[in-house]
């Protein structure tokens, strides 16, 4: 059984996340999507609440679980039987904050974890949950970036009732 975990922040899951989550789902057996639980950060959502869209989201895909963690991401793979960290790579400006991150990840695990990268496809290559939320405070379109029902709870966040969103996207967040 080949397990892998593709832990993050989430805050909120983005298209880009998505296309990540399929595609390693289609690679290994079973695939743990992991919401780390900083308590240094204070984010937009709630632990429960990602794990929550994390939940909807994938619900159409039977080998991927949701869950979170906090502490080292090497000790609650290892708890869990994971061998392999799915991270995803945009562009060349993610590469050595992930390489460092991997290699550090490497060392503590005794070489036992690895991390494998998938490329995001380039029509997601731009986005990034920080953009979303910074978009979204201001009233803008979000809605190529997240799915609908994240679209409207992140603009719920920010007291947005009316985004700024062009006619022919604005027909799928009706409702
Ligand atoms: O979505 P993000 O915020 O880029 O995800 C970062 C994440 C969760 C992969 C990383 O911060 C992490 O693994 N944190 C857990 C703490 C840890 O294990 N640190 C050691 C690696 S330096």
Not at 33 to 53: A, D, G, H, M, Q
Request: glycine share 6%.
């Amino acid at each position: 059984m080949k397990r892998a975990v593709y832990p993050g922040s989430f805050d909120p899951m983005t298209y880009g996340h998505l296309d990540i989550i399929r595609r390693a789902a289609d690679i290994f057996d079973e695939l743990t999507v992991s919401v780390l639980n900083n308590k240094e950060k204070t984010p937009l959502f709630s632990v429960s609440e990602r794990v929550k869209i994390l939940e909807e989201a994938t619900k159409d895909m039977p080998n991927v679980r949701i869950d979170s963690f906090s502490g080292l991401l090497i000790n609650y793979a290892r708890e869990n039987n994971m061998h392999v960290i799915v991270r995803g790579l945009r562009a060349i400006t993610d590469f050595e904050y992930e390489l460092q991150i991997a290699q550090t990840n490497r060392i503590l695990s005794c070489e036992q974890v690895d991390t494998m990268f998938l490329t995001t496809s380039l029509e997601y290559a731009y986005l990034s949950s920080s953009s979303v939320k910074e978009i979204a405070s201001f009233g803008g379109d979000i809605s190529r970036c997240v799915p609908e029902f994240v679209a409207r709870k992140t603009y719920g966040k920010y007291g947005v009732s009316k985004p700024d969103i062009p006619p022919h996207a604005a027909e799928g967040l009706k409702g």
